[in-house]
């Protein structure tokens, strides 16, 4: 989508359509609303007169001025924007997403629309120019490249203009339109390498797909075949790994590595995602229905590859490491099995009681690799257990911390991006649910807690640096569109990312 913001009144502009906004709960129009209004010989007044247009949030209207003379676009946009004390950076993206919607079944091309909520809804001009852009991308994304025929109705939104009549505004509307066409560029990248099939997001895949990225920008990256691995002593990774017949492999994106021997001293924020390409439970077989949906087991991998992309495309200064472990988890002669004991590249052994439990294996030696960056703190996200989408449904990420602060940070950047996250506590009672009488570790805790217990595992690996794990295992991907949300792979965690290493500095890490 082509994004441009200029200086001037939408009601001048000469695209297929303008857009405007109205609140639920305030009667007189103004600003730019009611400068179209005016144009239009009180055409907005009248839908909202006759109680046709209420101004609920996400509600659109479209309208067709007589006058072309006086308002030079061919169709008005009214969205609502809801009660104006509720208003905020999620409803500015719902009624943005609600927009892009409308205007795409109707086939429109290109739109001038206003920022909505920074004149009259007491949002920051940047943070509503972002979640404008953001969301008018993320809401018209599709996903056809397996489609012979691009489906009906697929006539794209291909150019938003901003018109921003307060001169003074424009600086932070340009940044704030920028920002959000970069992290939305993240969010559909990770939307991408999710509804890929297994068959072609496959962990060599992935691992192109980082070395891409890392062509354009800041970025450096390195990737480990199985010698490496082994190298290293990867055990769990590996064992995972070894019923596969495509080959694991471990990706280390960096944004602003700093150069030689201050890498050890630089403390960056260190990301680790889940990347299991395809999980079919392994020996410890899942059922067939729904089955397919396990090729969505590497969203974590693609919302740290997503959130790699964005922190460089928008020049941020810290020095973030993301790490992917990726594999597949199948059934083969060499597969792993029940009763197994797998020895991490900790050195710490873990008996394995399920082959389904996997993704908190590959979780293991990531984390233990990490604590070569000796980072200022870690956040691994992961499809890691159905338990934790019996929990929370697919309303929230599951969030285990063993830091208050950073807990506290990802709530924040949960609600300002609308990414939300809930907490689950790590009481000592849930680690020895994975107490082993053969090893140090079990890999499942049983079906009690479940989401807290497979945390608990990963606390083991964690290191003493502040650590926050996310299960997105009902946040990942969803069964129907929603607001700015496909169906299928919805990049989640990108935005949460961004925001977080944004907020972040040096002295965040500490609590
Ligand atoms: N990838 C799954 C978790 C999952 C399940 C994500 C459903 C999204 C939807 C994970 O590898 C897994 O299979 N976990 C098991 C763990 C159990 C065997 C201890 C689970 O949750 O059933
Ligand atoms: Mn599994
Ligand atoms: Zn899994």
């Given at each position: 989508?082509?994004?441009?913001?200029r200086?001037?009144?939408?009601?001048?502009?000469?695209?297929?359509?303008i857009?405007?906004n109205?609140?639920?709960d305030?009667?007189?129009l103004?600003g730019?609303?009611?400068?179209?209004?005016?144009?239009?010989?009180g055409?907005?007044?009248?839908?909202?007169?006759?109680?046709?247009?209420?101004?609920?949030?996400?509600?659109?209207?479209?309208?067709?001025p007589?006058?072309?003379?006086?308002?030079?676009?061919?169709?008005?946009?009214?969205?609502?924007l809801?009660?104006?004390?509720n208003f905020?950076?999620?409803?500015?993206?719902?009624?943005s997403?609600?927009?892009?919607?409308?205007?795409?079944?109707?086939?429109?091309?290109?739109?001038?629309?206003?920022?909505?909520?920074?004149?009259?809804g007491?949002?920051?001009?940047?943070?509503?120019?972002?979640?404008?852009?953001?969301?008018?991308i993320?809401?018209?994304y599709?996903?056809?490249?397996?489609?012979s025929?691009?489906?009906?109705g697929?006539?794209?939104?291909?150019k938003?203009?901003?018109?921003?009549?307060?001169?003074?505004?424009?600086?932070?509307?340009?940044?704030?339109?920028?920002?959000?066409?970069?992290?939305?560029?993240?969010?559909?990248?990770?939307?991408?390498?999710?509804?890929?099939?297994g068959?072609?997001?496959t962990?060599?895949?992935?691992?192109?797909?980082?070395r891409?990225i890392s062509?354009?920008?800041?970025?450096?990256?390195?990737?480990?075949?199985?010698?490496?691995?082994?190298?290293?002593?990867?055990?769990?990774?590996?064992?995972?790994?070894?019923?596969?017949?495509?080959?694991?492999?471990f990706?280390i994106?960096?944004?602003?590595?700093?150069?030689?021997?201050?890498?050890?001293?630089?403390k960056p924020?260190?990301?680790v995602?889940?990347?299991?390409?395809?999980d079919?439970?392994?020996?410890?077989?899942?059922g067939?229905?729904?089955?397919?949906?396990?090729?969505?087991?590497?969203?974590?991998?693609?919302?740290?590859?997503g959130?790699?992309?964005?922190?460089?495309?928008?020049?941020?200064?810290?020095?973030?490491?993301?790490?992917?472990?990726?594999?597949?988890?199948?059934?083969?002669?060499?597969?792993?099995?029940?009763?197994?004991?797998?020895?991490?590249?900790?050195?710490?052994t873990?008996?394995?009681d399920?082959?389904?439990?996997?993704?908190?294996?590959?979780l293991a030696?990531?984390?233990?690799y990490?604590?070569?960056?000796?980072?200022?703190a870690?956040?691994?996200l992961?499809?890691?257990?159905?338990?934790?989408?019996v929990?929370?449904?697919?309303?929230?990420?599951?969030?285990?911390?063993?830091?208050?602060?950073?807990?506290?940070?990802?709530?924040?950047a949960g609600?300002?991006t609308?990414?939300?996250?809930?907490r689950?506590?790590?009481?000592?009672?849930?680690k020895q649910?994975?107490?082993?009488?053969?090893?140090?570790?079990?890999?499942?805790?049983g079906?009690?807690?479940?989401?807290?217990?497979?945390?608990?595992?990963?606390?083991?690996?964690?290191g003493?640096?502040?650590?926050?794990?996310?299960?997105?295992?009902?946040?990942?991907?969803?069964q129907?569109?929603?607001?700015?949300?496909?169906?299928?792979?919805?990049?989640?965690?990108?935005?949460?990312?961004?925001?977080?290493?944004?907020n972040?500095?040096?002295?965040?890490?500490?609590?």
């Amino acid at each position: 989508m082509n994004i441009t913001v200029r200086h001037g009144e939408v009601q001048k502009a000469r695209d297929e359509a303008i857009v405007v906004n109205l609140f639920e709960d305030v009667d007189t129009l103004s600003g730019a609303t009611a400068a179209v209004d005016k144009a239009s010989g009180g055409q907005i007044r009248r839908v909202r007169d006759t109680g046709d247009f209420t101004g609920a949030l996400g509600q659109t209207i479209v309208l067709y001025p007589e006058d072309r003379r006086r308002v030079t676009a061919q169709r008005i946009v009214v969205v609502g924007l809801g009660r104006r004390g509720n208003f905020d950076l999620e409803s500015a993206r719902r009624a943005s997403a609600a927009v892009a919607r409308r205007l795409q079944l109707l086939g429109v091309e290109q739109v001038s629309s206003i920022v909505h909520g920074a004149s009259a809804g007491d949002l920051a001009t940047d943070a509503a120019a972002q979640a404008l852009v953001e969301a008018a991308i993320l809401a018209t994304y599709r996903f056809d490249h397996y489609m012979s025929k691009a489906p009906k109705g697929s006539t794209a939104l291909k150019k938003l203009t901003i018109v921003e009549a307060d001169s003074k505004r424009l600086t932070a509307v340009r940044r704030g339109a920028k920002a959000g066409q970069q992290i939305a560029a993240g969010v559909c990248l990770a939307r991408d390498l999710c509804n890929h099939p297994g068959n072609t997001a496959t962990p060599t895949y992935l691992a192109q797909q980082a070395r891409r990225i890392s062509r354009n920008n800041s970025l450096t990256c390195k990737i480990l075949d199985e010698p490496a691995m082994r190298k290293l002593g990867m055990g769990a990774l590996l064992g995972v790994s070894a019923g596969s017949a495509q080959p694991a492999r471990f990706i280390i994106l960096e944004h602003n590595r700093p150069p030689g021997k201050k890498a050890s001293t630089s403390k960056p924020l260190l990301f680790v995602g889940k990347g299991v390409t395809f999980d079919s439970g392994g020996i410890s077989i899942k059922g067939s229905a729904k089955m397919g949906d396990m090729k969505f087991d590497m969203s974590g991998a693609a919302a740290v590859i997503g959130a790699m992309q964005a922190v460089a495309a928008l020049g941020l200064k810290q020095h973030i490491v993301g790490l992917v472990p990726a594999t597949e988890n199948l059934l083969d002669g060499k597969a792993y099995k029940p009763g197994d004991i797998l020895r991490s590249m900790s050195g710490k052994t873990i008996e394995i009681d399920n082959t389904d439990a996997e993704g908190r294996l590959i979780l293991a030696d990531a984390l233990t690799y990490a604590q070569r960056f000796k980072p200022a703190a870690i956040v691994d996200l992961a499809t890691l257990t159905g338990a934790c989408v019996v929990a929370l449904g697919s309303h929230a990420t599951g969030l285990v911390a063993t830091d208050d602060h950073l807990a506290q940070r990802l709530q924040t950047a949960g609600d300002t991006t609308g990414e939300r996250v809930w907490r689950l506590p790590l009481w000592d009672e849930y680690k020895q649910q994975i107490r082993s009488s053969v090893a140090d570790m079990k890999n499942s805790g049983g079906r009690e807690g479940g989401a807290i217990t497979a945390a608990a595992l990963l606390a083991e690996f964690a290191g003493d640096a502040p650590w926050a794990h996310l299960d997105i295992a009902g946040t990942a991907w969803s069964q129907r569109s929603q607001h700015y949300t496909p169906r299928g792979g919805v990049g989640i965690g990108v935005r949460l990312l961004v925001e977080l290493a944004r907020n972040w500095s040096a002295r965040a890490g500490r609590s």
